[in-house]
């Protein structure tokens, strides 16, 4: 094992999605839930921030001309993510806490920090939605913000590609992916892993950041372990 005592899984919406990319894949629900709870096993505290991607995106409706409006709703999709989530958890027997971002408490608790970290130490999967509640801002740079606050020993950044390439390797055939690479490396070459907010927040906060696949079973427990897998950036 690493020295991995407390982490943030930051999962994009599209990966709930499975291969499609949108709406709710049942079977990838239960294996990421299936994958969390073996890390758990291992005495890691776990907390999930959740995105929105595949209900939607709020910075990309180029349709509507309330920039916060839209982002608004991109965080009431995140709530509807943890909530799968939490359900899928809670029938493998895991206890779990939902906290949004913004005030919704007839479905989850209010974020807190001292509370959330409460139940990190008590053992529950607490379960972050809602961005950072604020427009604007990305659920990357919510990953950060949390695992900061918490002071979570590592970010894991699940997604749909098995790392950090050189070039979008959907279009790029020959693209090179990254083993290791550094914060300054990743803002300078514009790679594109997250936000510039999010990654600038990462390096001054000195949080190390695994980016890998989600579609391998294991994947997550491997990236705790500190095995090879993905790009680390630190």
């Known amino acids: 094992m690493t020295g991995y005592k407390r982490v943030i899984i930051k999962i994009s919406g599209e990966a709930l999605g ?18 969390i709870i073996e890390v758990k096993k291992q005495g890691v505290e776990v907390g999930i921030v959740v995105g929105g991607g595949n209900f939607w995106r709020g910075g990309k409706a180029k349709h509507m001309s309330d920039r916060a409006t839209a982002d608004h709703m991109g ?11 939490q359900d899928a958890f809670e029938r493998a027997g895991a206890e779990t806490r939902v906290m949004t971002a913004l005030t919704i408490t007839r479905v989850a608790e209010p974020y807190i920090q001292r509370k959330a970290i409460n139940h990190l130490k008590k053992g529950r999967i607490v379960i972050f939605a809602c961005g950072t509640g604020n427009p604007y801002f990305t659920t990357d740079t919510a990953a950060v913000l949390r695992a900061a606050e918490i002071s979570a020993n590592a970010i894991l950044l699940a997604k749909n590609v098995d790392g950090v390439y050189d070039s979008d390797p959907k279009i790029n055939p020959n693209a090179k992916k990254f083993d290791e690479l550094n914060y300054l490396d990743l803002l300078s070459n514009h790679l594109g892993v997250m936000d510039y907010t999010a990654a600038s927040l990462c390096m001054d906060n000195k949080i190390p950041l695994i980016v890998f696949g989600l579609k391998d079973e294991g994947s997550i427990l491997k990236a705790v372990q500190g095995k090879k897998i993905g790009t680390l950036i630190q």
């Open 75 to 85: 965080m009431l999709a995140t709530v509807m993510n943890a909530l799968a989530l």
């Open 18 to 35: 499975g291969d499609q990319g949108f709406g709710l894949s049942p079977e990838t629900i239960e294996r990421i839930v299936s994958d």
